[in-house]
């Protein structure tokens, strides 16, 4: 229930205490792995050129986040942060820069490590030159 999910209730982070089926809707962690992987690999894979279809498309897909989201503190927090820091749909590496700013934000709130946005390729699309993802 969308209720429930905004507010977090049955969330275990504490695998001792209790583990969540798999089968569960998701918790706000779940969803926002989801959301970010999506987010990161369509922005590895947007064109170094758009179309100006392109670019509306995109941004229409990432204004909707803080209207459709489904956490609300987070919709809420994105929002704000993208009043500030306006989507760069210019080309794939420009917005993948401008996400990992975002996500930036996110972890530096949650109190996790800030990610190296000179990475974002090699995490999203190219994985690391040693072939292991190969
Ligand atoms: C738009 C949005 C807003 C959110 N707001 C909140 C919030 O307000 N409160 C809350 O509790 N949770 C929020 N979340 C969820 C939160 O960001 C995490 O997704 C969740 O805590 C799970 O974290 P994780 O450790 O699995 O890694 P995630 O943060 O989900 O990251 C997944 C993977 O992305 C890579 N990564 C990490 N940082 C970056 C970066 N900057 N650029 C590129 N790749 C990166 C890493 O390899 C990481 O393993 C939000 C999610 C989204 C999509």
Not at 102 to 110: C, G, S
């Amino acid at each position: 229930m969308m209720a429930a999910f905004a507010s977090g209730k049955g969330f275990q982070s504490d695998p001792d205490v209790y583990t969540r089926p798999a089968n569960c809707p998701p918790d706000v962690e779940q969803l926002g792995s989801a959301t970010w992987t999506f987010l990161h690999t369509t922005a590895a894979y947007y064109p170094e050129r758009p179309t100006p279809l392109q670019r509306a498309n995109m941004l229409n897909l990432l204004h909707s986040l803080p209207v459709l989201y489904p956490c609300s503190h987070c919709a809420s927090h994105l929002g704000q942060d993208m009043k500030h820091n306006p989507p760069d749909v210019s080309g794939r590496i420009g917005l993948s820069r401008w996400l990992c700013e975002r996500h930036n934000e996110v972890n530096e709130k949650l109190g996790k490590d800030s990610f190296d946005c000179a990475k974002t390729d090699e995490r999203w699309k190219d994985g690391p030159s040693d072939g292991s993802c190969d």
